[in-house]
């Protein structure tokens, strides 16, 4: 993971940051174990289909790497994506409801979906986040020592 630190403020740090979970390689990992070993019977149908699971695995090793989840003492700062990015600042003080989602492999992987409410209906859902658990612990914790806009 890049260093991502020249998107700070004048006096901001870091408080919690994770990622994105590596459970996105599973999909396309699937893919590849399916097409290889149906190869012999099926022949080029195999083969594209383990072609797409590598493309599909180059793309989300992508995302994995370019993806991250920082928490600030100011806000929340989330990129992910790949082909198309999507950058995210949310002022802890725009925040008005952050939660997280575990099926249950997520609670034996630790990873999951964290949904957050900021502004007065902006509702933001990340998925495949890693620790999310933590993550949400991070959030409540500087919301409850940060005054809320007027």
Do not use: C
């Amino acid at each position: 993971m890049a260093d991502h630190n020249t998107e700070l403020l004048e006096n901001e740090w870091i408080v919690y940051q994770t990622r994105l979970h590596w459970v996105l390689f599973l999909g396309p990992l699937m893919l590849i174990i399916v097409g290889g070993l149906s190869f012999p019977a099926k022949g080029l149908s195999a083969l594209v289909l383990a072609g797409i699971g590598i493309a599909w695995g180059v793309i989300s090793y992508m995302k994995f790497n370019y993806s991250y989840i920082r928490v600030t003492d100011k806000r929340v700062l989330i990129r992910v994506g790949f082909l198309v990015r999507r950058p995210y600042s949310i002022s802890l003080s725009d925040i008005s409801y952050v939660d997280f989602y575990q099926p249950s492999l997520g609670s034996m992987l630790n990873f999951g979906k964290i949904t957050i409410i900021h502004g007065t209906k902006f509702k933001s859902v990340f998925r495949m986040v890693s620790s999310p658990g933590e993550l949400v612990t991070a959030v409540r914790g500087l919301l409850s020592v940060t005054p809320k806009d007027e």
